[in-house]
């Protein structure tokens, strides 16, 4: 299993048979409430109507085409939807199967862009402590998490890491971005100066890290980094695999936080989860050199099986109408504030170390116990759970990212079993002390 504790597991094993809008059926006959959507994905709902019915006709008029030297229509009308959606100016697709995909097609595409253009002693890639951008040998090179780098090494070459920007010390309790850090961008720099800048290909980061413990950017970090890679002519990539497609409140995090890169990577909640797959987005300029500057006929030597897969392409039609149409991407934002403020009510709870937000994108990070790291925080997933009410556990932190289709009383109920699980875990290192 992935990611899993498999040992453990196959002792107690947790099934999911059935789901409903914002509800799972576990295989015991509980219905239990999904604060995560399935894995940071399911934005829509579950088995939402419109997707459903997508994938249903779909399916009756054409299963599978290839995209290689041949095409369909549905990925090209969902390359224009996904531009018209994108930041002013990212206006080319490529479509792959999953956030690790699209990271590693995101960096092949930045060293090859500048190849396009002559220069190619443009390769290093810098990434980010902390960051976690799937498990292809370029996603775990970028990566910043420590396990997934050393037990598959040796990784890419030329990678470099800017420092993490969580700092409990100045910025526990913000909501939204934090107000100190912007400095942590001037990193960059010094990494263009060590490297030399000339051989430096792309940056890349998640603009909220998710999957290590929901990191906001501090106020002005993303804007300084942008201009330090233009500074530069390095390109900018926002992995956007949990923040696109309205988690923030907004299409992407690019809008909301007003900082647009020069490639976009996509996954998660532009099927909604429904079916695998992915998306790059770029800046017209990135898919211009390769047209302008390809000495071949193939222009990108690149490409999946079920890159742009028929049912994919169906189900993110959909899924795009019920974010813009349906109007779920307002009302993800519409209902952040109150996420926040009920959120924020747990500061002071004991063991409860920082709660950071933005949009329906929130982490509860708990004081670490003795008895080794994730042991809190998958206690207090484990009441919740018993509770009805199914969070993450990230590390110590409690994430939370919930289907856009909550109301405020479900929210209530997330946070009254958030307090309650923070209250028995107490007594419970209270009774173990
Ligand atoms: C920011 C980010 N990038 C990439 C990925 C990898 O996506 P996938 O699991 O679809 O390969 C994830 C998954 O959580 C992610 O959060």
Redesign the pocket.
């Known amino acids: 299993m992935p990611f899993t504790p498999n040992r453990k597991f196959k002792q107690a094993p947790r099934l999911i048979v059935g789901s409903e809008g914002l509800y799972y059926d576990l295989a015991d006959g509980r219905r239990v409430l999904d604060a995560i959507a399935g894995?940071?994905c399911v934005n829509a709902g579950h088995r939402n109507p419109r997707i459903s019915a997508a994938m249903k006709a779909q399916i009756d008029v054409l299963d599978y085409a290839s995209n290689f030297q041949i095409g369909h229509p549905g990925a090209f009308e969902l390359a224009e939807r996904l531009a018209q959606m994108a930041p002013a100016g990212m206006d080319h697709v490529f479509f792959t199967n999953?956030?690790?995909?699209s990271?590693d097609t995101a960096l092949k595409i930045a060293v090859a862009y500048h190849r396009a253009r002559g220069d190619a002693g443009r390769y290093r890639l810098i990434g980010r402590e902390r960051a976690?951008?799937?498990?292809g040998f370029g996603?775990i090179s970028v990566g910043g998490i420590g396990r997934q780098r050393s037990t598959f090494g040796p990784l890419l070459n030329g990678v470099d890491h800017l420092p993490h920007t969580l700092d409990l010390a100045r910025n526990a309790f913000s909501r939204g971005e934090p107000a100190h850090g912007i400095e942590k961008a001037d990193a960059l720099e010094a990494l263009l100066t060590l490297h030399d800048a000339s051989t430096v290909a792309a940056v890349i980061v998640?603009p909220v890290a998710?999957?290590t413990g929901v990191l906001p950017p501090p106020r002005g970090y993303l804007k300084r980094l942008r201009e330090i890679c233009d500074k530069h002519g390095v390109l900018l990539i926002f992995?956007e695999?949990?923040t696109g497609f309205g988690r923030l409140g907004a299409n992407f995090a690019a809008d909301l936080f007003g900082v647009v890169p020069d490639i976009i990577?996509t996954?998660?909640g532009l099927t909604n989860g429904a079916v695998p797959m992915?998306a790059v987005l770029m800046r017209g300029a990135v898919h211009d050199a390769f047209m302008q500057g390809s000495v071949s006929a193939v222009e990108l030597s690149h490409g999946y099986t079920y890159s742009g897969h028929p049912l994919a392409c169906a189900a993110a039609m959909a899924t795009l109408d019920a974010y813009l149409q349906d109007g779920l991407i307002a009302q993800a934002g519409a209902l952040s504030p109150y996420f926040e403020e009920c959120l924020h009510a747990l500061r002071g709870l004991p063991g409860v170390a920082d709660v950071r937000n933005v949009g329906l994108l929130a982490g509860i990070e708990l004081q670490p116990w003795a008895a080794g790291p994730g042991t809190h925080a998958q206690a207090v997933a484990q009441h919740c759970l018993d509770a009805g009410v199914l969070v993450r556990s990230v590390g110590d932190t409690i994430a939370l990212s919930p289907p856009f289709t909550l109301e405020r009383k479900h929210i209530d109920q997330i946070v009254d079993s958030l307090r309650a699980a923070i209250a028995q875990t107490a007594q419970a290192t209270d009774v173990a002390a």
């Open positions: 894995l940071w999953s956030g690790s995909e990271v976690y951008h799937g498990v996603g998640e998710g999957s992995d695999v949990i990577t996954a998660k992915g």
